[in-house]
């Protein structure tokens, strides 16, 4: 089994920066993917940021490219969303998600392709 906890969530005013840390532990293997998702208030929970192992490739939703960066620390075992530039639209709860698999460029955004899940940390952006 995989644990996944998130941290770095909090209050930010727009134009403002946070970063997301997400502690990885358990039986991970050396293919995997890494990713963030993001639920708002009344919406689905939708795809932000992946990375992939076997070159570390990073994708990211049109809504946040440009202003999130998604990496990986393979000494801590963690995986960041550096988040700049926010909006009030970037409120929401995100979550870490994360399989033992290196997914398919065309599948990253589909939720049920990553096993694990943490619980979610909460990203306000207001004034």
């Known amino acids: 089994q995989v644990q996944l906890v998130e941290s770095g969530g909090g209050l930010v005013q727009p134009g403002g920066s946070l970063r997301l840390s997400c502690a990885v532990s358990?039986?991970?293997?050396?293919?995997?993917?890494l990713g963030w998702f993001r639920q708002a208030p009344g919406k689905e929970r939708e795809f932000v940021a992946a990375i992939r192992c076997c070159g570390s490739s990073t994708h990211y939703a049109d809504s946040v490219k440009g202003r999130f960066t998604i990496s990986k620390d393979n000494a801590k075992n963690a995986v960041y969303l550096q988040m700049t530039s926010l909006e009030p639209e970037d409120t929401a709860v995100y979550f870490c998600?994360?399989?033992?698999?290196?997914?398919?460029?065309?599948?990253?955004?589909?939720?049920?392709?990553?096993?694990?899940w943490g619980q979610g940390t909460q990203v306000t952006v207001s004034s």
């Open positions: 998600a994360h399989d033992n698999s290196r997914i398919i460029l065309s599948a990253l955004r589909i939720e049920r392709m990553y096993d694990h």
């Open positions: 358990g039986r991970t293997l050396n293919t995997y993917t």
